[in-house]
DNA sequence: CGGGCGTTTGAATCAAATCAATTGGAGTGG
DNA sequence: CCACTCCAATTGATTTGATTCAAACGCCCG
C-alpha cells in the first residue's frame, strides 16, 4: 500500500520525513538545543508553568491535556518525532496545557529568546518554525471535524488512520501501531467513553480491518491502511449506498 | 484558584482592546497594509487557494470553514475584531479552510513575505504575530474540550458566552449579542443540530439567562454574562448537587 | 398577499452513555 | 509456583440525550 502517497486522505498533515529531518538539522545547527530523555509518565511542562521554552519531538510519544477550570480534561493531540510542543504558551507566557510522555524518547528543548534571535538571522528557521504552527492549526481544525461530524465507529477509525499516516509520514511501518494509550485515554482523546471505543475496536477487528497483536489488546495490526480510510466512509455512507453495494456484489 | 485575573472563565483568550490595537499599529507602522471592506456573504479566501498574504480583521465577523475531502464540513471558528486570519495557509503555501464574511466590515491585508521581512526588522511585530498563532492554537483547543465534554445546552451557553467574552475583550457591549448565524450554522459550528440549538436557547430563555431582542430571533438580550458561564458548570453538575441546592433554598 | 426560508415544537427513533458483570494480564507476596 | 489483587478490557442490558421526522409558525421580500 501507499507507495508515495496516493492518495492524500489527510490534507493538513502532508510532511516528509526528510522535511523533518531538515528542520532538526536545521536547529541543530543554529541553536546547539539541550537534548532531553523524557521518560513514560512524566510530564515534558505543565499547564500554568512559566513559558520559555519550545520542545521538539525527536524520538518518543507525547501526549498534549487540555483542562478546563471545573476539571472536565481532554487529550487534545498527539506529539510524534518532528512534533513541536508548547506553542499555546507562548501568548501568555505560561503553557495552557499540560504535555505528558507515553512513550520514552528524546526532546530537544529549544529557548524561545535564542530562537527568535536565531529566526532574525535564517529565513529557513524563521519559516520551520511558522510552518509547524501553521500545520498545528490546521490539524487541530481537522481532527475537530472528525470528532465533531463522524459516528463512533468512523471516529475511531480515522483516529487509526491518521496514527498510520503519522508512522508513514515519518519513513516508519505502519502494519503495526503500539497505542501506549488506554481506551480510556483514546475515549477521552475522540470525545466518546471508554466502552465506546472498546466496541468500536472489536468491530474493526470482526471487519478484519484491522488485528489485535499482542494479549494486552494494545498493539495492533494494520493489514491495508486503506482498508481503514474506507471503513471511515462506509460509516457515514448512506444505508441506501450500502444496499446498493451489497446488491452489486 | 487563579490569584490574579479575577474571574477569567476563558484561560487562552485573554485579551485586551489595547492590545489589539497596539498590534493594528504595529502592522499600519510596518507594513502600510491595504485596507479592504467585505460584504457579508463574500468570501475572504477559499480553501486551496494560493496562500501569499494574511489578513487582520479591523471590524466585521468572518467564519472558518473547514471541508473534508467526502464533503463534510464544519464551521471551525469565527473572527473578531484584531484577530489574525490565514495562517493554516502558511504551512503548505494554499489555504486549508473557506473564510466567509458573515458581517461587513474592514480587513487589512498583510502579504506574507512583507510581513517576514518586517519580522526582522521589528521584534515587537515578530511577538504579535507569534502571539496570534499561538493564541489561536490555544483557543481552538479550549473549543474542543467545549464541543467534546459538555452536554448541548451548556456546549450552547458557552457558546454565547465566549462570544460575549470576544465582545468584552474588545470594549464592546455585551448585554446584547447579534448572531448572525442560522441555527443550522450554530449547530455545525457546536457539532449537534440546528433543532438541537433551537430547543437549547429555548431553554436559556425560559430559564432567563438569555432574552429574544428581535423578531428575527438572531438578536439576543444577555442579562448577565455570570449567569451563562453558572448555566454551564449547572449542566455538568451532578444531579445530587442541583437537589442539594434546591434544598438548601 | 403569497412564497420561501428560518425557526420552533412535538413525537418517534436511534446511537451512545451508563450501569453492571465478567474476563484476562501483570505484578506481588506468601 | 500459585493465590491474590488490581487494573484494563470486553460484552450485555438498559437508559437517555440527541437526532430524525414531521408539522406549524413567523418573518422578510418581491
Same mark, same amino acid.
Given at each position: 500500500?501507499?507507495?508515495?502517497?496516493?492518495?492524500?486522505?489527510?490534507?493538513?498533515?502532508?510532511?516528509?520525513?526528510? *522535511?523533518?529531518?531538515? +528542520?532538526? @538539522?536545521?536547529? %541543530?545547527?543554529?541553536?546547539?538545543?539541550?537534548?532531553?530523555?523524557?521518560?513514560?509518565? *512524566?510530564?515534558? /511542562?505543565?499547564?500554568?508553568?512559566?513559558?520559555?521554552?519550545?520542545?521538539?519531538?525527536?524520538?518518543?510519544?507525547?501526549?498534549?491535556?487540555?483542562? %478546563?477550570?471545573?476539571?472536565?480534561?481532554?487529550? @487534545?493531540?498527539?506529539?510524534?518525532?518532528?512534533?513541536?510542543?508548547?506553542?499555546?504558551?507562548? %501568548?501568555?507566557?505560561? /503553557?495552557?496545557?499540560?504535555?505528558?510522555?507515553?512513550?520514552?524518547? *528524546? %526532546?530537544?528543548?529549544?529557548? /524561545?529568546?535564542?530562537?527568535?534571535?536565531?529566526?532574525?538571522?535564517?529565513?529557513?528557521?524563521? +519559516? @520551520?518554525?511558522?510552518?509547524?504552527?501553521?500545520? *498545528?492549526?490546521?490539524?487541530?481544525?481537522?481532527?475537530?471535524?472528525?470528532?465533531?461530524?463522524?459516528?463512533?465507529?468512523?471516529?475511531?477509525?480515522?483516529?487509526?488512520?491518521?496514527?498510520?499516516?503519522?508512522?508513514?509520514?515519518?519513513?516508519?511501518?505502519?502494519?503495526?501501531?503500539?497505542?501506549?494509550?488506554?481506551?480510556?485515554?483514546?475515549?477521552? /482523546?475522540?470525545?466518546?467513553?471508554?466502552?465506546?471505543?472498546?466496541?468500536?475496536?472489536?468491530?474493526? @477487528?470482526?471487519?478484519?480491518?484491522?488485528?489485535?497483536?499482542?494479549?494486552?489488546?494494545?498493539?495492533?495490526?494494520?493489514?491495508?491502511?486503506?482498508?481503514?480510510?474506507?471503513?471511515?466512509?462506509?460509516?457515514?455512507?448512506?444505508?441506501? +449506498?450500502?444496499?446498493?453495494?451489497?446488491?452489486?456484489?
Amino acid at each position: 500500500m501507499t507507495p508515495l502517497a496516493p492518495a492524500d486522505t489527510s490534507p493538513a498533515s502532508r510532511r516528509s520525513s526528510l *522535511e523533518i529531518n531538515q +528542520t532538526l @538539522a536545521l536547529l %541543530a545547527q543554529h541553536l546547539q538545543p539541550q537534548r532531553r530523555i523524557v521518560h513514560a509518565g *512524566e510530564p515534558l /511542562y505543565r499547564a500554568g508553568e512559566r513559558f520559555d521554552r519550545l520542545f521538539v519531538l525527536n524520538s518518543g510519544l507525547v501526549k498534549i491535556v487540555n483542562a %478546563a477550570a471545573d476539571g472536565r480534561e481532554q487529550v @487534545a493531540g498527539l506529539k510524534f518525532r518532528g512534533d513541536w510542543l508548547g506553542f499555546d504558551g507562548i %501568548a501568555d507566557g505560561s /503553557y495552557r496545557c499540560d504535555a505528558v510522555v507515553l512513550d520514552t524518547g *528524546e %526532546a530537544w528543548v529549544i529557548r /524561545y529568546e535564542a530562537l527568535l534571535g536565531a529566526c532574525v538571522d535564517s529565513r529557513a528557521l524563521m +519559516t @520551520a518554525l511558522h510552518a509547524a504552527m501553521s500545520r *498545528e492549526i490546521a490539524r487541530d481544525r481537522d481532527s475537530m471535524l472528525s470528532r465533531c461530524t463522524l459516528p463512533a465507529d468512523a471516529r475511531v477509525a480515522e483516529f487509526l488512520s491518521q496514527w498510520v499516516n503519522s508512522l508513514a509520514c515519518r519513513g516508519l511501518r505502519t502494519d503495526q501501531i503500539a497505542l501506549r494509550m488506554t481506551r480510556a485515554e483514546i475515549g477521552n /482523546y475522540l470525545g466518546m467513553t471508554l466502552e465506546t471505543v472498546s466496541r468500536a475496536l472489536s468491530r474493526l @477487528a470482526r471487519d478484519q480491518v484491522i488485528g489485535f497483536a499482542s494479549k494486552g489488546r494494545r498493539e495492533l495490526s494494520i493489514p491495508s491502511a486503506d482498508a481503514l480510510s474506507a471503513f471511515v466512509q462506509r460509516c457515514i455512507a448512506p444505508p441506501e +449506498t450500502i444496499a446498493a453495494a451489497a446488491t452489486s456484489c
